[in-house]
């Protein structure tokens, strides 16, 4: 028996979670760190489009947002708890796979979208324009504490208000990223979905055996 055939396919799932969560975040690293700088400069630098954000947060954090990603977390922390805690003996190699041709199919019908998912969202990472958000929301900070916007808006008799066309922009701007994120959280949906059933399929032909 080689050291391939050898391989214990549940210790092996372990390393494929982890590298797949660490290759992930490096390949994010950018988007992650250009968010996170946003969000420390938003109470400092944009206060007032901070208030505003507030009484729209509803329209981006959602449990449909929210739900995948605890999903994902939690199948990485329950195959390593099954895997090093409550089954440590357990053991499913390749060359126990390879004896039967069911087996065989079964693994590879459960492998191969997983990989494919999961390599996609590997070469495909979304990018946002961090300085050109930043123009924007000066912009719109500008005119929510401008002295100019109640002129505009006593001159022309309300129908020029800069402070309703700006809260008009930050609700379709929110919605915009929501639809994006939700987009995002489907795909995330189904990568869980087809690590679970990979999971699911090696733990079940460990426990027939």
């Known amino acids: ?21 660490l290759l992930s975040f490096a390949r994010r690293y950018v988007v992650y760190w250009d968010a996170l700088r946003l ?24 449990r449909e ?4 990603l605890l999903v994902a977390l939690g199948l990485t922390i329950i195959q390593m708890v099954c895997s090093r805690v409550i089954w440590p003996q357990a053991e499913l190699t390749v060359w126990e796979v390879e004896q ?37 929301l000066d912009l719109a900070e500008h005119w929510l ?11 022309t008799l309300g129908y020029v208000n800069p402070d309703r066309m700006v809260e008009d922009e930050l609700k379709k701007g929110l919605r915009q990223i929501g639809a994006t994120v939700g987009w995002a959280s489907r795909w995330v949906a189904i990568q869980v979905a087809c690590r679970v059933a990979f999971g699911l ?6 426990a027939w055996a």
């Open 145 to 155: 504490v401008s002295w100019k916007t109640p002129l505009i808006r006593l001159g």
């Open 100 to 136: 039967s041709w069911w087996r065989l199919a079964t693994v590879l019908l459960a492998a191969v979208p997983m990989v494919l998912v999961d390599v996609y969202f590997l070469v495909c990472v979304g990018r946002f324009d961090r300085s050109e958000t930043e123009k924007y």
């Open 1 to 21: 028996m080689t050291r391939f055939e050898a391989a214990n396919l549940i210790r092996v799932f372990d390393f494929y979670l982890a590298s797949m969560f």
């Open 39 to 62: 969000l420390v400069s938003l109470r400092g630098r944009w206060p007032k489009l901070l208030d505003r954000l507030r009484q729209h947060h509803g329209v981006l954090v959602t």
């Open 201 to 206: 399929v090696i733990w079940l032909m460990w």
């Open 65 to 68: 947002v929210i739900r995948p």
